[in-house]
């Protein structure tokens, strides 16, 4: 089975702070993905990569940056948070570059709270 | 722009049938995916359609009509663990892919 292991399930931080998530994935996919999920509103594309060094921007990549420095780990990274950062994160990946039709497998998602 | 509609939320009964729907607006379409997310949890993945038609896997299946720009998930002899949101994403001609927000399934005894 694939395995996408985040590195917290919950953290708490405060304004201005700069807050990294991190991501893990087992089973040698090329893709990953940063998302956050707020109620009401589906999930939401932050940042993707399909190769290692790779990045692409999302819908709401503002506020937000990524590494991908090695092909199993990428990392989200909030240059100096927010309150409107506060939110679900939730990272995936899955086979095969672009144009991929895999299914994306998720982490347990990060609950950010920012005070 | 592009969107995704689902019902916010269902209740259903334990041991019946229910059906949820989902409608898109996408630019292009590169198949459909259904999943589960139980509370707290991640989305695991359920379904993947991209020709018309029925799917069957179990319990579940899941329909998709291009045409309409229609599918729904179909959960037979509900079980209490169903209980769990179910959400539909849509790939769009730029393989991306578009969620909706998800409808909350409710089981009671």
């Known amino acids: 089975d694939v395995k996408v292991t985040q590195s917290s399930r919950y953290l708490v931080k405060r304004t201005g702070e700069k807050v990294f998530l991190e991501c893990v994935q087992d089973m040698d996919h090329e893709n990953m993905f940063w998302y956050r999920q707020d109620p009401g509103l589906g999930l939401r594309l932050i940042y993707f990569s399909y190769d290692v060094k790779m990045k692409e921007k999302g819908d709401i990549p503002e506020g937000y940056s990524v590494s991908r420095e090695k092909k199993e780990r990428f990392s989200l990274i909030l240059e100096s948070a927010s309150t409107n950062q506060t939110s679900m994160y939730l990272c995936a990946s899955s086979l095969w570059g672009q144009g991929s039709n895999q299914p994306q497998h998720f982490g347990d998602g990060t609950r950010l709270s920012i005070l | 722009g592009q969107n995704i509609d689902q019902p916010t939320e269902m209740t259903a009964t334990e041991g019946a049938i229910v059906q949820i729907n989902c409608t898109y607006q996408t630019s292009g379409f590169n198949g459909l995916f259904w999943y589960q997310q139980h509370a707290g949890e991640a989305p695991t993945f359920l379904s993947y359609?991209?020709l018309d038609g029925l799917e069957e896997k179990g319990r579940f299946s899941s329909f998709l009509s291009r045409s309409k720009g229609y599918s729904y998930l179909l959960l037979k002899e509900l079980q209490m663990k169903d209980s769990a949101s179910y959400l539909c994403?849509?790939?769009?001609?730029?393989?991306?892919?578009?969620w909706g927000a998800g409808t909350k399934l409710i089981i009671k005894p």
């Open positions: 994403a849509v790939m769009d001609s730029n393989y991306q892919l578009i």
């Open positions: 359609n991209v």
